[in-house]
């Protein structure tokens, strides 16, 4: 497996004798905040030999990941010169590879979180689980600061105003830092909040829903449609609304101030699948009580069926649209820096987590062989994950009841404790054990009963099933 890491790694192996840290986010830009940040985790563990600076590829706004280096690179002076800034795809996939590929080497995780924020403390805990049970040698360090400020706020007053987007920088920063730092993010982000207000998103929403509907999704009758286009203080603020579907009168509202358009299509796709489940019967009518999934299983299946279908939909969409039909603008603006992966807890089993990974991510091509070698995904014990091919779902006939089927199989895997070298019986039981978490969800069985036969040589039968219920 070490094949999948290579690329992401600094250098050599580190000295066993090192402690390292590494700080992954998008910094879109970097505040004050991200600055505290490391700076009071330098102060607290002075046994950190070196401390990354892991600056993801998302774009927020118009900034990108070169313009947060830029800034990153300001800030460095005043922190320490143990401190590297670096770039990568993902941050989250950059940290896990590299404490695997340095077993020996102890490795903080930085996680700063707002002092008071609920909605922090919350991610921290999720962040922690996920990378404490990937790698022994992990250790999530929790640093919180005072009086921290979002990224969002940030860049909002970057657009509007000069001396409050300075409230927002390190006080340790001279004024001609500070004018440095506003001529790199003011133009973008005013450039982007004009571009985002301008945006036609009739024609783009037109094509999306045709695919959707084309692609198999019950959408009709289709919703109305609602723009909410100058909600500063909802842009401000970090948990502020992006979309929402409102089932009772089957309307989808979209706010587009200091968006990207492609953030907000993507939005919209994933509201049109929240309109599925209402024509369907699902949700409407009270059934929902509650907007925190941790409260509510069903919304929280409801809430992944959006997220997964609505990804996959607006994905699957952006690589089959003409880039011809499109003039120079909006084909930058649709096409720049696409999503490489998405990551969920799985529906059957939620202490694993499901990565599903398209051609564009760095660690696409090092996956390859072992897409062709085990199909369209495989388990990964290491990170307690299991990796699936993206690409065979956006570019075929394959659909989200094809995911999930694939999904269980290699979940039944794990809950049958198959260990040992590839056996027909235990793709058989896989299968098997795959019906049964596909029954228990309500999810379609359709096309695991169709191909039975072809994958295993003899005909499906629930008698069969009494070969694993008692072990799942």
Do not use: C
């Amino acid at each position: 497996m070490n094949r999948l890491a290579k690329s992401l790694l600094v250098g050599l192996l580190e000295d066993e004798s090192k402690v390292i840290a590494l700080y992954g986010g998008g910094f879109k830009p970097p505040t004050k905040g991200h600055f505290e940040v490391v700076k009071k985790t330098l102060q607290e563990h002075p046994e950190i030999t070196k401390f990354y600076v892991v600056v993801g590829s998302g774009v927020r706004n118009g900034i990108t990941q070169k313009e947060s280096t830029t800034i990153w690179e300001i800030y460095k002076p005043y922190l320490s010169d143990k401190v590297e800034i670096v770039e990568a795809q993902s941050p989250l996939t950059y940290i896990s590879k590299y404490a695997e590929e340095n077993p020996n080497v102890k490795t903080y995780v930085i996680i700063g979180t707002r002092e008071g924020d609920e909605g922090d403390a919350e991610d921290f805990i999720k962040r922690k689980q996920f990378f404490e049970k990937s790698e022994s040698n992990i250790e999530v360090l929790n640093i919180v600061t005072a009086g921290g400020v979002s990224g969002t706020k940030a860049r909002k007053f970057a657009g509007e105003s000069k001396e409050e987007f300075f409230k927002y920088l390190p006080s340790e920063l001279t004024r001609e830092e500070q004018d440095q730092i506003y001529s790199i993010v003011s133009p973008i982000l005013k450039e982007n909040q004009s571009t985002s207000e301008e945006f036609d998103y009739t024609p783009y929403l037109k094509s999306l829903t045709s695919y959707m509907i084309n692609q198999g999704l019950q959408i009709q009758p289709l919703p109305k449609v609602k723009f909410i286009k100058h909600d500063t203080e909802n842009a401000s603020d970090f948990f502020g609304k992006t979309a929402y579907y409102n089932p009772d009168k089957q309307v989808v509202t979209l706010y587009t101030f200091g968006r990207l358009p492609k953030d907000v299509l993507r939005s919209f796709a994933h509201e049109m699948v929240h309109h599925k489940q209402k024509l369907e019967g699902k949700i409407g009518g009270g059934v929902i009580k509650t907007t925190n999934i941790h409260d509510d299983p069903f919304l929280r299946e409801m809430e992944e069926e959006a997220f997964l279908t609505g990804n996959m939909m607006f994905r699957g969409w952006s690589d089959k649209s003409n880039p011809h039909k499109m003039d120079t603008l909006h084909e930058s603006i649709l096409n720049e820096n696409e999503d490489d992966l998405i990551l969920y807890p799985s529906i059957f089993k939620p202490d694993t987590n499901i990565l599903v990974v398209f051609k564009n991510n760095e660690n696409y091509e090092n996956m390859k062989p072992l897409f062709d070698e085990y199909g369209y995904g495989f388990y990964y014990p290491e990170n307690k994950m299991i990796i699936l091919d993206g690409e065979v779902f956006i570019n075929s006939s394959l659909t989200l009841n094809d995911l999930k089927f694939v999904e269980a199989h290699e979940v039944s895997h794990l809950l049958l404790n198959h260990t040992g070298p590839y056996s027909e019986d235990d793709e058989i039981d896989a299968d098997l054990g795959a019906y049964i978490l596909l029954t228990n969800k309500g999810l379609s069985t359709d096309k695991l009963k169709k191909e039975f036969k072809n994958r295993h040589g003899i005909e499906f039968s629930e008698e069969l099933l009494d070969r694993v219920k008692d072990k799942l």
